[in-house]
């Protein structure tokens, strides 16, 4: 008997499984509401070059935007077909697909990649079309793996973790720090009313010319993750007749603030699982911590660019191994930190040194009171004989009021105690933290 064969992924079977997630589809908040957003301006922006290709080969100029959002954030200088930068060169692609070019401007080369793809044949381009091509310009490598695809859903609520990182390189537990086709065309319906009114209208479901010889099949899930019932749970439903209710998993995320964003503390956690705990407890905002371990993951690991995730920094830290501290650093002596001329180490040494003067004086004050105070403790040791109606409370709060001034030596010598211990821990923490590599600037 022949094997089964699979069904074959074609628009007339899937169409009802993207309009139905299109119609589902919710733009994430934080980090990927703010990213759709600048997306979406930046395709607003370059509206005028989209149009041109609309005019040309009927594509809608948003859709354009998205792709080209998703192949090269929207610079001009990158190709449609896959993102290289070869406008106005006498180079054609070397990435899939290959041997494409050379392009003298980037309208030619947008309109070259969509025809490639038979875009420029396609008359009804509702939002399930739009869901379906931007599967087929990506390639069909997630229906494979039947996850929904990070192309065209990252960063709204039918994202999934998994993405092919490299040509032909999957990796399960990637989460896409870019932004989906779908999720910012989302967003321009939400910020432009022509979007909004073209996308609509398109949307309705369209009635089959015939039905198609095989069963429609679904598009690919939306839960990541389900619980697995237990062995008394399962015998329970089969003697019940009822089949275990699939549930599904949400990853515990211990510190995650209410307004915090999942994915950002996933990034957080790792970065902190690598060994920059200048990171501080993940807990899904973008602050000053953050930023610092980003800082110095980027300057550690020779990748430029600005204090953010993007998907260069998340694919390196992904297979970034432990934190490698210099031996100079993981060896270094508050003593080495002096003679660098350190400046928090400084601070630390004046307030050890005004330590030392409060110890000395009221070692002093203990040897040898002042007469003045001798003077203090008569004068109120008569006031208290003179107001003899005065009560009992008040005379026993004269008697420690005289007793604290003649014995202030005592006060002395314990403050600068205290203060002498908290420099010496002091100066003891911050020379952990530079052995960390916690603390990356550590001389003048």
């Given at each position: 008997?022949?094997?089964?064969?699979?069904?074959?992924?074609?628009?007339?079977?899937?169409?009802?499984?993207?309009?139905?997630?299109?119609?589902?589809?919710?733009?994430?908040?934080?980090?990927?509401?703010?990213?759709?957003?600048?997306?979406?301006?930046?395709?607003?922006?370059?509206?005028?070059?989209?149009?041109a290709?609309?005019?040309?080969?009927?594509?809608?100029?948003?859709?354009?935007?998205?792709?080209?959002?998703?192949?090269?954030?929207?610079?001009?200088?990158?190709?449609?077909?896959?993102?290289?930068?070869?406008?106005?060169?006498n180079?054609?692609?070397?990435?899939?697909?290959?041997?494409?070019?050379?392009?003298?401007?980037?309208?030619?080369?947008?309109?070259?990649?969509?025809?490639?793809?038979?875009?420029?044949?396609?008359?009804?381009?509702?939002?399930?079309?739009?869901?379906?091509?931007?599967?087929?310009?990506?390639?069909?490598?997630?229906?494979?793996?039947?996850?929904?695809?990070?192309?065209?859903?990252?960063?709204?609520n039918h994202?999934?973790?998994?993405?092919?990182?490299?040509?032909?390189?999957?990796?399960?537990?990637?989460?896409?720090?870019?932004?989906g086709?779908m999720?910012?065309?989302?967003m321009?319906?939400?910020?432009?009313?022509?979007?909004?009114?073209?996308?609509?209208?398109?949307?309705?479901?369209?009635?089959?010319?015939?039905?198609?010889?095989?069963?429609?099949?679904?598009?690919?899930?939306?839960?990541?993750?389900?619980?697995?019932?237990?062995?008394?749970?399962?015998?329970?439903?089969?003697?019940?007749?009822?089949?275990?209710?699939?549930?599904?998993?949400?990853?515990?995320?211990?510190?995650?603030?209410?307004?915090?964003?999942?994915?950002?503390?996933?990034?957080?956690?790792?970065?902190?699982?690598?060994?920059?705990?200048?990171?501080?407890?993940?807990?899904?905002?973008?602050?000053?911590?953050?930023?610092?371990?980003?800082?110095?993951?980027r300057?550690?690991?020779g990748?430029?660019?600005a204090?953010?995730?993007?998907?260069?920094?998340?694919?390196a830290?992904?297979?970034?191994?432990?934190?490698?501290?210099?031996?100079?650093?993981?060896?270094?002596?508050?003593?080495?930190?002096?003679?660098?001329?350190?400046?928090?180490i400084?601070?630390?040494?004046?307030?050890?040194?005004?330590?030392?003067?409060?110890?000395?004086g009221?070692?002093?004050?203990?040897?040898?009171?002042?007469?003045?105070?001798?003077?203090?403790?008569?004068?109120?040791?008569?006031?208290?004989?003179?107001?003899?109606?005065?009560?009992?409370?008040?005379?026993?709060?004269?008697?420690?009021?005289?007793?604290?001034?003649?014995?202030w030596?005592?006060?002395?010598?314990?403050?600068?105690?205290?203060?002498?211990?908290?420099?010496?821990?002091?100066?003891?923490?911050?020379?952990?933290?530079?052995?960390?590599?916690?603390?990356?600037?550590?001389?003048?």
């Amino acid at each position: 008997m022949a094997a089964k064969q699979k069904p074959s992924w074609t628009f007339a079977r899937t169409e009802n499984g993207y309009r139905n997630m299109w119609n589902s589809i919710s733009v994430k908040d934080g980090v990927d509401a703010s990213n759709a957003r600048r997306f979406a301006e930046k395709i607003e922006a370059g509206k005028p070059e989209y149009m041109a290709v609309e005019m040309a080969i009927g594509v809608p100029w948003f859709f354009v935007g998205a792709l080209h959002m998703r192949e090269s954030s929207n610079d001009f200088k990158g190709v449609l077909h896959n993102g290289q930068k070869i406008i106005g060169t006498n180079k054609k692609t070397t990435l899939v697909p290959k041997g494409r070019g050379p392009f003298a401007t980037w309208h030619e080369a947008a309109i070259d990649a969509l025809t490639l793809k038979g875009f420029d044949k396609i008359k009804d381009w509702s939002p399930a079309r739009m869901g379906f091509e931007s599967e087929r310009f990506n390639g069909l490598g997630y229906v494979g793996k039947a996850v929904n695809s990070a192309y065209l859903w990252a960063g709204s609520n039918h994202e999934q973790l998994g993405k092919y990182v490299a040509d032909h390189v999957w990796d399960k537990k990637f989460d896409d720090p870019q932004i989906g086709t779908m999720t910012v065309l989302k967003m321009l319906c939400d910020t432009n009313p022509e979007v909004a009114r073209r996308m609509n209208a398109s949307n309705e479901p369209k009635p089959a010319a015939s039905a198609p010889s095989e069963a429609p099949v679904s598009v690919t899930p939306i839960a990541n993750d389900v619980r697995k019932p237990g062995v008394l749970e399962t015998l329970w439903g089969v003697v019940r007749g009822k089949d275990v209710a699939v549930k599904p998993v949400e990853k515990a995320r211990p510190g995650l603030a209410p307004n915090g964003d999942p994915q950002l503390w996933d990034q957080q956690d790792l970065l902190s699982s690598k060994g920059y705990t200048e990171v501080g407890q993940p807990d899904g905002l973008m602050g000053r911590r953050t930023r610092n371990a980003i800082k110095a993951f980027r300057d550690e690991n020779g990748l430029p660019g600005a204090e953010i995730f993007d998907a260069k920094l998340s694919a390196a830290l992904l297979t970034a191994g432990p934190r490698k501290i210099p031996e100079r650093r993981a060896t270094i002596e508050a003593q080495d930190l002096r003679k660098s001329g350190n400046s928090q180490i400084s601070v630390l040494d004046s307030l050890g040194g005004f330590a030392k003067l409060l110890i000395g004086g009221g070692a002093l004050g203990g040897i040898q009171q002042s007469g003045v105070l001798d003077r203090a403790s008569e004068t109120l040791q008569s006031a208290q004989d003179t107001l003899g109606l005065i009560t009992t409370i008040l005379s026993y709060l004269i008697n420690a009021l005289t007793w604290c001034f003649t014995h202030w030596w005592l006060f002395a010598i314990a403050g600068g105690i205290y203060v002498s211990f908290r420099v010496a821990t002091g100066i003891l923490k911050f020379v952990v933290l530079v052995r960390q590599g916690i603390v990356t600037q550590f001389t003048k």
